[in-house]
């Protein structure tokens, strides 16, 4: 693949490897130099991941605005500062009995247009410093809550503590931060334990590449 291929590639990110791991390695295997992602995902998270080559990159600020789809994992009765496995899990509650009637409606507040606050180990600017850095190095700061829509959230499993849900939203959304205020919602906490990125826009992840197969040529 050469330098005036202009394409739109889906990759499926695996989990451990961040954002721009991915790019640098379609960068270098397919000896590219305009390449970029549309839409951060976390390390811990995977899932599909857009990647655009060549002039294909202009066409960033319009895949950033498309709704996204999610599988989230959640773990009841814990909390972490870092609202995920990366940071140390306390416990914070070992009876979880909700039914399944009192986790949905609490998950229906939050669908529509809500307030939500980022995570402090995100990537949000914070006097041109990125979060993360400044909650790594212990620096104490606060971030402004933003509006996100959340159009959906359907359980997909509830076997506590463990609670599946998958969300349809507004580009921008935290689901480390929806994960933090279900969890504050039910009195219990909650983390987010696994994150999978199934949808942006049309662009679905049973159509993703793998990495290793990066050698097969793509379409534009």
Same mark, same amino acid.
């Given at each position: ?10 990759? +499926? ?56 789809? +999610? ?60 979060? +993360? ?69 049309? +662009? ?17």
């Amino acid at each position: 693949m050469t330098e005036n291929n202009d394409s739109i590639l889906a990759f +499926y990110k695996p989990k451990g490897m961040t954002s721009f791991e991915v790019v640098r390695k379609v960068r270098h295997e397919m000896k590219l130099k305009k390449v970029g992602h549309a839409g951060t995902l976390d390390p811990l998270a995977e899932g599909l991941l857009i990647i655009l080559t060549g002039n294909k990159t202009k066409m960033m600020e319009s895949f950033l605005k498309m709704e996204k789809e +999610y599988l989230a994992t959640l773990r009841l009765g814990v909390v972490s500062r870092s609202h995920d496995l990366e940071t140390e899990l306390v416990e914070r509650s070992t009876e979880i009995s909700f039914s399944e009637e009192e986790i949905s409606n609490v998950l229906g507040r939050f669908t529509g247009k809500i307030d939500q606050v980022p995570p402090d180990f995100s990537a949000a600017w914070v006097d041109g410093k990125r979060a +993360y850095h400044l909650a790594r190095r212990g620096v104490e700061f606060e971030l402004k809550p933003k509006s996100v829509v959340i159009n959906k959230i359907l359980v997909e499993l509830y076997a506590p503590p463990i609670l599946k849900i998958r969300v349809v939203c507004s580009s921008g959304t935290y689901i480390r931060s929806l994960t933090r205020d279900i969890g504050e919602e039910l009195g219990c906490g909650a983390v987010l334990e696994g994150l999978v990125r199934t949808r942006i826009g049309e +662009y679905r992840v049973q159509d993703a590449m793998k990495l290793e197969d990066m050698s097969v040529s793509c379409a534009a």
